[in-house]
């Protein structure tokens, strides 16, 4: 049999040595980073899915967040964003609060429902967690306490000021043009009519029933336990199920692990 001839113009191309090289070296890189990221994620299994939410300072509206005070809005943000995660399985909102204004209870219990219904919440308290504090977080799955938390504290106030007669003595005098007899309702400059503070009692009675109800639809606990407003040691909460469990911020993750588990 004759020897194949090639054909005249017909080039074999030379192999590039630097193309295979830096293929090898890419393919090398990918392998190596898959490694290490498998290992990282096999290694930090016990410290993933949980994310800790804190909600620490006085309760109000809006965006407000700085040492003292912290708003509806940045908390009830960043419960959502975790709920809607993939890679977050369980929420722990750390709550260090002494209350704040029912509406901006109302805003975050709406948020943390929502985050809720996608996935465990379980809150961690500090030092404090009573009125409007606590308010929001009966609406998680599992709440922890230290044993001398300070929690419960249900309860509206309405605080009014009169400095009437130190105006008087100081010979300020103040004039008030309005439109309806409650207009000025709360002004420092005269105290409270008897019906003016028959109406404000009425409103206090309405937003602590709305309250209550809330706390006792949600946690077993006898409404005459509570009803009174006074604060509650973390050590006795846990007696009148006020509170689920005493533990710390540790305890309080590891207890939300848990919860998703279960789900799965």
Known sequence: MDDAVVPPGTVHPKPNPAKKWFLYILFGLIFVTGLIIAAY???HTEKTGVTVIRMEGTMVTGRESDADTIGSEVVGGE??????????EAIVLRVNSPGGTPAAAEEIIRDLDYARSKKPVVVSMGDLATS???YVSVHADKI?????????????IWTFSDISRFNENEGYNISVIKSGSKKDMGST???ISNEEQAYAQKIVNESFENFINDVITHRPIARSEIDDG?????????????????????????GAKKIAESRH
């Not at 509650?232 to 007696?239: F, H, K, L, M």
Request: hydrophobic content about 45%.
């Open 132 to 134: 409007a504090a606590y």
């Open 189 to 191: 400059s005269r105290p």
């Open 144 to 156: 922890y306490a230290n044993p001398d938390t300070f929690t419960a504290g249900v309860g509206v």
């Open 41 to 43: 994620y096999i290694s």
């Open 79 to 88: 419960l959502r964003d975790a709920a809607d995660d993939p890679m977050i």
């Open 230 to 254: 006074r604060v509650i040691r973390g050590a006795d909460a846990v007696n009148l199920n006020i509170v689920d469990e005493i533990g710390n911020l540790n305890d309080a993750i590891n």
